[in-house]
Structure formats: structure tokens, C-alpha cells
């Protein structure tokens, strides 16, 4: 058997929507244009400066691939939560936002900067769905949090957009491909890791390999890609992307999340 023969190891990124969201089905973009997706983008609340509301050209292309087109704003912290709250209640609110600071999200009212979080309206931090990797391109320099707002009118084309296909990292890609029966061996591992790591038990070997960890309740596992291998015929390290949704395993506001990370 494989795990007789060779210690294995799985370096794994994994995209995910941390959480379910209930949103209206939309249907597929147009074939003759791209969808629009807006994106509001906060600064951080110590320097009360809005960011610069580029899109990240990398992030453009992959958007563009998929069939989006991205349409950034950016606010000041404080203007941000205000214009958010309006937009909400209004049921104007854009589909993704980026935050600097998480502060501007569920902070407390008597934080230092003086500015109200969205977390003051509990109706408009439900909706908000954390999303790891698929668009952390959009994280300043600082870096920041990404959601999407289930609430939006294109909601559901934003979780199609931060769910889209795995994507392996060209910078980091080991040259090595990865053999076809380490492949799958590799992909029953992820799977059984991303439903419950109880399940990688079967794949130990005693004297080699143990594995522990936290069980992850209620994930959707989606898909996974192989990326590369490197190592020798006694240890190899298998490079893996995948998506995944699941609730907040921490049991923190916001309640929902999606994440898609490697």
C-alpha cells in the first residue's frame, strides 16, 4: 500500500466560502457582455483615508476570465460604514466589500477612532459573507477582510466569482508534475481533510504519520486541483488547490463566511 512505501504530506491551499448564505438564483451572465460586480473598498479607521480603488490587475484578469468585470469605490473608514448602512437599508448595497480593519465591521462603540461599525445593525453584519483567497488581491498593503454581501442584487454572481476553479500559483508551482496514482491518493486526502479530519485516520501509518485537528461542521468540498510535487521516494509534499464552503467554525460574528484558499 502507498502509505507503506512513502510519508506523505499535503501542502494545501483552500479557497472557501466560510458559511451558507440563503440567496435568489440569478442566472448566467451575458455571453455578449460581463457581468458588473461592485466593490466598495474602506480605509483603515486610523488614518480615515480612503484607498486608492484600483482593481488589481491580476484579480482583473481572472474576473474577466469567468465572464465579471470588477467596479470598485473607495471611502474613508467612517464615510464607508455610514454609506454602507444607507445602501442597506435602502437595499442598494454593493456586492463585495473590502475592509482594512475588522474594527469597521463589528467594532465596539466606544472604539478610539469614533466611528460606528456595520456591526450596529445586526440585520446588515448577517449578511456578510467572509471570503478567504479567492479575493484577497483586494487587501491593501496592511491587508484586510473581503466579504460578500448576500443581500446584494448580484449575489449569487458574486459567490460564483470568489468560487470560481482552483487556480494553481505560478510563482510558487513545483516543477515536478505529480504522478497520477499520487494524484488521487493526494485528492482522497484533501476530501476526507476538508470533511472532517477524523477521516485522514485511514491514511495513517503508525510508525510515520499521525494526523490531528478540528472538525470543520457542515463543509461543502468543491473542487480540487494538483498543482505540482516535490520530494523523494521516501517523502513527497503534494501542492493542492481547492474550494470549499462551510460555517464560521468559530461561532464569531458574522455568522457566514466563504473562503477559497490553497
Not at 448595497?93 to 456591526?119: K, M
Amino acid at each position: 500500500m502507498l502509505r507503506q512505501q512513502l510519508s506523505f504530506a499535503m501542502s494545501c491551499i483552500e479557497f472557501a466560502l466560510l458559511g451558507a448564505a440563503t440567496m435568489a438564483a440569478q442566472g448566467p451572465a451575458s455571453s455578449n457582455r460581463s457581468q458588473i460586480l461592485v466593490v466598495w473598498e474602506a480605509g483603515s479607521p486610523a488614518s480615515n483615508q480612503a484607498p486608492e480603488g484600483n482593481v488589481p490587475l491580476n484579480l482583473e484578469r481572472k474576473a474577466e476570465s469567468v465572464g465579471f468585470r470588477l467596479e470598485i469605490r473607495a471611502f474613508p473608514a467612517r464615510e464607508f460604514v455610514q454609506e454602507f448602512l444607507s445602501a442597506f437599508a435602502a437595499h442598494r448595497e454593493p456586492d463585495i466589500i473590502a475592509v482594512e480593519n475588522a474594527g469597521t465591521i463589528q467594532g465596539p462603540r466606544d472604539n478610539a477612532y469614533g466611528i460606528v461599525s456595520i456591526a450596529s445593525n445586526p440585520d446588515a453584519l448577517s449578511s456578510l459573507i467572509q471570503v478567504n483567497g479567492s479575493l484577497s488581491e483586494l487587501a491593501g498593503e496592511r491587508g484586510g477582510r473581503q466579504f460578500l454581501v448576500a443581500t446584494s442584487e448580484h449575489a449569487e454572481a458574486a459567490r460564483r466569482f470568489a468560487l470560481r476553479p482552483p487556480e494553481c500559483d505560478t510563482s510558487i508551482v513545483p516543477e515536478t508534475p505529480v504522478p497520477p496514482d499520487l494524484e488521487q491518493a493526494a485528492l482522497r486526502m484533501n476530501d476526507a481533510y476538508l470533511r472532517t479530519p477524523l477521516q485522514l485516520k485511514e491514511y495513517e501509518d503508525a510508525d510515520r504519520l499521525t494526523t490531528e485537528g478540528v472538525r470543520w461542521d457542515s463543509v461543502s468540498a468543491r473542487e480540487t486541483k494538483a498543482c505540482g510535487s516535490w520530494g523523494n521516494d521516501r517523502l513527497t509534499f503534494v501542492l493542492l488547490v481547492s474550494t470549499f464552503d462551510h460555517e464560521d467554525f468559530v461561532g464569531q460574528p458574522p455568522p457566514k463566511s466563504l473562503a477559497h484558499g490553497r
